[in-house]
């Protein structure tokens, strides 16, 4: 049974950059079957898609966050990590990952708990 | 970017009666378009794939229709665990987007 895991600070100082982990228990990030996306909760508000990367390591971004958006991921650790840079009090809020089962589904069918990270000085 | 405005934002409804969420597209995404329902507290869960395919383990009281840019989503009989917030998302083209939610609230 495939298990996402999110980890990172949870309070991140405004201008700085945010950084989070998904690890992947039970799958690969290796596997041709899936992208591997971000997705984040402002408080009060609904989803928002941040991000996705492929086993190849090609990558698709939000155009309203690509600019300070990084996603990459270490094949070893089979994990896929997320940065986003200048933060402010606007990127408060709960981060998922998740799966994209792209040859089946065409959805994110599993996901991480969430980790809420708030940007306050 | 593909714009999924759904309908209504809020719905009241009681256990037993039956929903109908909307979602529709500001152009066509075939059929790549799925539904999710968010509770307080967790993760998102996927419901429907491809427009029309239940998930593995969703009960057969949920299904989805449509294709191209206007979608559904019923639920026949509700149940207590389904009030919560229902979001569609598209899959057709890059970049994905979610709608803005359906919450379906307790009457």
């Known amino acids: 049974q495939l298990q996402l895991q999110e980890s990172g600070p949870g309070l991140v100082k405004p201008s700085e950059t945010l950084s989070l982990t998904c690890t992947v228990s039970?799958?690969?990030?290796?596997?041709?079957?899936?992208?591997w996306g971000w997705i984040r909760q402002p408080p009060g508000k609904g989803l928002e898609w941040i991000g996705s990367?492929?086993?190849?390591?090609?990558?698709y971004y939000n155009p309203s966050l690509k600019s300070r958006v990084t996603i990459s991921k270490d094949t070893s650790k089979n994990q896929f990590s997320l940065r986003l840079s200048s933060v402010t009090a606007a990127d408060t809020a709960v981060y998922y990952c998740?799966?994209?089962?792209?040859?089946?589904?065409?959805?994110?069918?599993?996901w991480g708990q969430g980790t809420m990270v708030s940007v306050s000085s | 970017e593909i714009v999924l405005t759904q309908s209504p934002a809020t719905l009241s409804l009681s256990p037993g009666e039956r929903a109908t969420l909307s979602c529709r597209a500001s152009q066509s995404v075939s059929s790549y378009l799925a539904w999710y329902q968010h509770k307080p507290g967790q993760a998102p869960r996927l419901l429907i794939y491809?427009?029309?395919s239940r998930a593995t383990g969703i009960p057969a009281r949920f299904s989805g229709s449509g294709s191209g840019t206007d979608f559904a989503l019923t639920i026949s009989s509700l149940e207590p665990e389904d009030f919560a917030v229902y979001y569609c998302q598209h899959r057709s083209n890059w970049p994905i987007t979610f709608g803005q939610g359906t919450r379906l609230e307790i009457k």
């Open positions: 990367i492929y086993y190849t390591g090609t990558t």
């Open positions: 039970g799958g690969s990030v290796s596997s041709s079957s899936y992208y």
């Open positions: 491809e427009a029309s």
């Open positions: 998740a799966r994209d089962f792209t040859v089946a589904t065409y959805a994110f069918d599993i």
